[in-house]
């Protein structure tokens, strides 16, 4: 089992900037992929980054040149961080770990970027 905490998030301006960390716990094997994705409301949830163990990453492309996502992976942690913010990045964001074919998910932490 494995068991994911996140925090991080809040309230910002558009064009500030969020850091959101996760750290998993548990039975965690070096293979595993980590993540982020979100959901606005009305929407149906979507990937934001993904990172594989070796650090190769994917981003949607509206967050592409304003996001990074990273990894310690002594820590079982990733990291999104999370620059020009905009309005439409407000959503509940849910760090996920892929670990042998199944999807575990974190309980989510509320964005919002308003002025």
């Known amino acids: 089992q494995v068991q994911l905490g996140e925090s991080g998030g809040g309230l910002v301006q558009p064009g500030g900037s969020l850091r959101l960390s996760c750290t998993a716990s548990?039975?965690?094997?070096?293979?595993?992929?980590m993540g982020w994705f979100r959901q606005a409301p009305g929407k149906q949830r979507a990937m934001v980054a993904v990172i594989s163990s070796g650090g190769t990453t994917d981003y949607a492309d509206s967050v592409k040149g304003r996001f990074t996502i990273s990894r310690d992976n002594a820590k079982n942690t990733v990291y999104l961080q999370m620059n020009s913010l905009k309005p439409e990045d407000t959503g509940v964001y849910y760090c996920?770990?892929?670990?042998?074919?199944?999807?575990?998910w974190g309980q989510g932490t509320q964005v919002t970027v308003s002025s």
């Open positions: 996920t770990v892929v670990q042998r074919g199944v999807n575990y």
């Open positions: 548990g039975t965690i094997f070096s293979s595993t992929v």
